[in-house]
């Protein structure tokens, strides 16, 4: 069964500093995807990052970036020059070709980001 | 801009009760799907439609259904509402492949007394 291990529950940074999320996951798919959600406080979520396993190089979107290792099946993000709108829940989530769409998220990490 | 709308922000209904949730989305995906959200779990996915009048089961269906009779529209079904059905519901469209992401609804927090 695939599997989206955050093993973080929260997390805090300093504003302008730097903060690694950490994701591992499991699957027997060759093709799949991976994602970054961000949920802020009593607001919608929205898509950070997007990687596709069949790239090596790793995404990049602004000041958010991400380090995939297949053959370790991690998948982190680090968010540079933390900003206080940064401050959210993030998910990690998997998607496999196969799947017709669907996503296996995992158990969200809560950010702090302080002033 | 691509907009999922859901039914409520705010639901409360007591035990029993048969609950509906609705979703709406304008972008036309084939895709929609009900995650259940509930701390230390994550989002779980209850259903999903990938076309009009078709449905799978996701990982916790027990105790829902779903209606798709429109493509943009798809309907999540308490029939007996229970205490432990009380959580946040988030609704998501998505083109038909798992490369496209998923947008979300706002979310709906049911709340059963």
């Known amino acids: 069964a695939q599997t989206v291990t955050q093993s973080q529950p929260e997390m805090s940074v300093q504003e302008a500093e730097t903060v690694t999320l950490s994701c591992t996951y499991d699957?027997?798919?060759?093709?799949?995807?991976l994602f970054w959600y961000k949920q802020p406080p009593s607001r919608q979520m929205i898509l950070v990052i997007r990687q596709e396993a069949y790239k090596q190089q790793n995404a990049t979107e602004n000041r958010f970036s991400v380090n995939f290792q297949k053959a370790a099946k991690s998948f982190s993000l680090k968010i540079s020059d933390s900003q206080l709108g940064d401050a959210a829940m993030y998910f990690c989530a998997q998607g496999g070709s196969s799947n017709t769409g669907k996503l296996i998220f995992g158990q969200g990490t809560t950010l702090q980001v302080k002033p | 801009d691509v907009k999922v709308t859901q039914s409520s922000r705010y639901l409360v209904k007591r035990t029993g009760e048969k609950v509906f949730l609705e979703c709406v989305q304008d972008m036309d995906h084939e895709n929609m799907f009900w995650y259940r959200q509930d701390p230390g779990l994550g989002l779980r996915l209850i259903y999903f439609s990938y076309d009009v009048k078709m449905k799978e089961k996701g990982d916790i269906p027990e105790g829902y259904s779903v209606s798709r009779e429109k493509k943009e529209r798809f309907s999540l079904i308490l029939e007996s509402a229970s205490t432990n059905q009380t959580s946040m519901y988030l609704c998501?469209?998505?083109?038909?492949?798992?490369?496209?992401?998923?947008?979300f609804g706002p979310g709906t927090r049911l709340t059963v007394t």
């Open positions: 998501a469209s998505s083109l038909w492949a798992a490369a496209y992401e998923q947008y």
């Open positions: 699957t027997s798919e060759s093709d799949y995807y």
